[in-house]
């Protein structure tokens, strides 16, 4: 008994520090599993801050494409309206072209025109100013003329009847070559006052 007392001893030394090392060598794991627990959990978490990340940024990503969509649009609605103001403009500046040189030529014309009708007036205003030196002139010819045709018959009318009958009598003519004299001279006088166009 002893003897199995002492073996139950030993074997009771021998299983406390096993036990105690089991205790201790469980406490280890129970520590380890704790640790990995926490840390399998932090891990969680982190993989699920992650994965919100993710899914955020897929949103974000998302509605950036779709922005980037609607520029894009935008874009090329600005393009499109942009290259049909330039056409319209370009449009304009032709039509506005076409019309300026229907417009100068046209003014050509006129000024074509108002340059005959210039030279005409002023070839109109020589003529007429011409014709009143010439009708000037005139007037003062037919002035007198008309007092050398005043002269004659006043001359004729204060002959005698018997200075008549001197002048024409062929057989006599004493005052013949006196009254062609005079005669000749109202014909030169006559013919002086004649009107020179």
Not at 29 to 41: D, G, I, N
Not at 158 to 170: G, I, Q, R, S, Y
Not at 177 to 195: C, F, G, P, T
Request: hydrophobic share 40%.
């Amino acid at each position: 008994m002893r003897l199995l007392r002492l073996s139950s001893i030993v074997a009771l030394a021998l299983t406390i520090p096993a036990i105690a090392h089991a205790d201790q060598e469980g406490d280890r794991l129970r520590e380890a599993l704790r640790s990995a627990t926490a840390q399998a959990r932090a891990a969680e978490d982190q993989r699920a801050a992650l994965q919100a990340k993710l899914t955020a940024a897929e949103q974000e990503r998302e509605r950036l494409r779709k922005q980037n969509e609607a520029f894009r649009a935008q874009v090329k609605e600005a393009e499109q309206a942009y290259r049909q103001a330039v056409k319209d403009f370009n449009e304009r500046l032709t039509e506005r072209d076409d019309s300026l040189e229907k417009w100068k030529v046209a003014y050509g014309e006129a000024a074509g025109v108002a340059r005959a009708k210039d030279a005409e007036r002023a070839k109109f205003e020589a003529e007429a100013t011409a014709f009143k030196a010439s009708t000037k002139a005139c007037e003062a010819k037919n002035i007198q003329l008309a007092r050398t045709a005043n002269e004659v018959v006043t001359k004729y009318e204060a002959m005698d009847p018997f200075e008549k009958v001197l002048d024409h009598d062929p057989v006599f003519g004493l005052k013949r070559v006196e009254h062609q004299n005079a005669a000749q001279d109202y014909r030169d006088k006559i013919l002086e006052q004649k009107a020179k166009p």
